[in-house]
């Protein structure tokens, strides 16, 4: 299929064979390096797009309620749906998929229901009537080459966010099945025990060099293929060897033991970016319940409880204050004294003023006679003759 696409000519084979056997890559990788890896997710659960290298793969899962199979009546189905875009590759053509999309999709498949990575049981609702079939489409955006490794990433990625519907049994037969809205019940994450990841190496020459994560132009130059699906405990799930040059036994442990130091970097990875997505989506449903409504209706009269503590505590501490003051008066000037007093007057005090006024004036003008300077005549005379005089000038009445 790649050869329709690009073909190497003898030249471009040389050069990319003589760069490997020097540990040596086009795109400058080591041997055993992978291409930079993105993850992203969409708006709704189940969603995912990775990015490898030059590779684009996006996965959608999805689900529905469907009779279980009669040979496994308490287990959910899982189902892996690849699409090839003409879009992604000129080779690709559209309608029926392809083989090269066909064993895509059971490479993935076997990897994820082989090793029982997701928990069938727990997609049981009514045993032998109703379980969850879980439908995971991968469709492919750019073809980079290593399609099966992006899709692999891909498909744990979209399954690791999917939340399917919760459901309730009851009726009078104990077997109705109602489907709870995600307004209504929280939507429910899947039982995944571990994560199988996928690593391809291909062979050039005689098998003695290999590589991971063969890019477009190294898939059309490889002798052979092989894809290994392990975990981060490096658990072997499953084993893929597409046809090409055989392969030494030899060769082979040494692929498994770095595709698990591989598959363990790589599940790290994506738990983070999962771990980023599921934080990000719970602070986004945090809404405020009609149980705190209430309970801010209710402040006032805890913040007047509270006042009337802070006022016990001030009254209580009054006395205090009222000793403190009686036995160091404030020193306060006359100036400011009378300022003082003056606005405390009253209407009713205006007559009393006036009439202090009144009298204070009388008592003025008699001081003022009173200090008025004597005569010469007036301090010379003696008093008897002042006395007499003054008696002379009134007469007595007959």
């Known amino acids: 299929m790649m050869d329709?696409?690009?073909r190497p000519t003898v030249n471009e084979r040389e050069f990319i064979e003589q760069a490997l056997q020097s540990d040596l890559r086009v795109?400058?990788?080591?041997?055993?390096?992978f291409r930079k890896l993105k993850i992203a997710f969409g708006r709704e659960d189940g969603s995912a797009e990775v990015e490898l290298g030059e590779t684009r793969v996006m996965g959608y899962v999805t689900a529905q309620l469907l009779p279980p199979f009669k040979d496994r009546p308490n287990e959910g189905t899982l189902a892996i749906f690849t699409?090839?875009?003409?879009?992604?590759?000129p080779a690709f053509e559209p309608g029926r998929p392809g083989e090269a999309a066909i064993e895509l999709g059971r490479v993935i498949d076997r990897g994820l229901r082989e090793s029982r990575a997701v928990d069938m049981e727990s997609l049981c609702v009514v045993a032998g009537k109703h379980v969850w079939s879980v439908r995971v489409d991968l469709h492919i955006l750019d073809n980079g080459g290593n399609l099966i490794d992006a899709a692999n990433i891909a498909a744990l990625a979209a399954l690791c966010t999917f939340r399917r519907p919760e459901c309730t049994v009851g009726g009078d037969d104990g077997q109705q099945v109602t489907v709870h809205e995600p307004e209504v019940r929280d939507p429910l994450p899947l039982t995944i025990h571990h994560l199988p990841i996928a690593v391809t190496f291909a062979y050039f020459g005689d098998g003695n060099i290999m590589v991971i994560d063969p890019t477009y132009k190294e898939e059309a130059v490889m002798g052979g293929r092989m894809t290994a699906t392990i975990?981060?405990?490096?658990?072997?799930?499953?084993?893929?060897?597409?046809?090409?040059e055989g392969v030494m036994s030899s060769v082979i442990m040494q692929c498994l033991r770095i595709a698990s130091v591989k598959a363990a970097d790589i599940t790290s990875k994506i738990k983070n970016k999962v771990e980023e997505y599921?934080?990000?989506?719970?602070?986004?449903k945090v809404k405020r319940t009609p149980v705190l409504v209430a309970q801010n209706n209710d402040t006032p009269d805890v913040t007047m409880e509270s006042n009337h503590e802070e006022l016990e505590s001030e009254t209580l501490k009054t006395p205090n204050d009222a000793q403190d003051i009686s036995k160091d008066p404030p020193s306060i000037p006359n100036a400011k004294r009378n300022e003082d007093a003056k606005p405390m007057l009253t209407e009713s005090n205006l007559e009393v003023e006036s009439m202090l006024n009144s009298v204070t004036a009388g008592e003025s003008d008699d001081a003022k006679e009173s200090e008025s300077p004597k005569s010469l005549k007036d301090a010379v005379k003696p008093k008897h003759k002042r006395k007499k005089k003054h008696g002379k000038s009134q007469p007595a009445k007959s």
């Open 27 to 33: 795109d400058g990788r080591r041997p055993f390096d």
């Open 231 to 244: 975990n981060s405990n490096g658990d072997v799930c499953s084993i893929q060897k597409a046809g090409g």
């Open 278 to 284: 599921t934080t990000a989506k719970a602070l986004q």
């Open 4 to 6: 329709q696409r690009w």
């Open 83 to 89: 699409e090839f875009s003409p879009m992604a590759d």
